[in-house]
């Protein structure tokens, strides 16, 4: 099984899809970002919400968790709950892309901007499902599997000692391979010696 690649996205599509066709709790987990994250921006009457406390809301999720369960599901519903417990994203975006598999279907890649965590989800129009496949972290208070911003970096390198590196010249790239989990790609930003970013993509078929 291959990592997750940008080939596995297709073309960016001009047509949106059906959202009449769309799982009730995909529709409420979307209308849920989409009217905090403009109460976010002041665009709408949030009563009780504001942008402090959904910024204490988005920092207060586990993050390691979520790339757990990302590339090592618990059980057939664990990112399904994944995604419903996710707090709402102070900043969103979608862009539409062509099924690869059914070129005539057009579905969505959201990337949720997190204080300090990027997460790229893959909606499915048919059948649908929402599929968390990229976290990208800077925030140095995630630690995943030992490896964390601000860390060495050869001691970072050291908890990558089993993955293979991959052959990229833009930046430090791993294919991590581990008995409980389908491959995926870790990418290491470095800067004087230490980890200033990383990013775990799991493989999207």
Excluded: K, W
Excluded at 76 to 88: H, Q
Excluded at 178 to 190: C, G, K, M, N
Aim: hydrophobic share 45%; net charge negative.
């Amino acid at each position: 099984m291959r990592p997750f690649t940008s080939d596995h996205l297709p073309h960016p599509a001009s047509s949106r899809p059906d959202p009449t066709r769309r799982a009730p709790s995909v529709r409420a987990f979307l209308g849920s970002l989409l009217a905090l994250a403009l109460v976010a921006c002041g665009q709408m009457d949030g009563g009780s919400v504001t942008s402090a406390s959904l910024e204490r809301q988005a920092l207060g999720f586990d993050a390691a968790a979520l790339i757990e369960v990302m590339v090592a599901p618990s059980g057939p519903t664990a990112t399904a709950d994944l995604m419903a417990a996710l707090p709402p994203a102070p900043s969103a975006e979608a862009v539409e892309v062509v099924n690869r598999h059914r070129p005539s279907q057009v579905d969505l890649v959201h990337t949720l901007r997190y204080p300090g965590v990027t997460l790229e989800v893959y909606e499915a129009s048919r059948p649908p499902a929402l599929l968390p496949f990229s976290v990208r972290v800077e925030r140095d208070d995630v630690v995943y599997r030992g490896l964390h911003v601000g860390l060495d970096v050869e001691a970072a390198r050291a908890l990558l000692a089993d993955a293979e590196r991959l052959p990229t010249a833009a930046y430090e790239a791993y294919l991590v391979t581990r008995d409980d989990a389908a491959p995926y790609t870790l990418l290491l930003e470095s800067e004087g010696g230490r980890v200033t970013a990383f990013a775990v993509t799991a493989h999207l078929d």
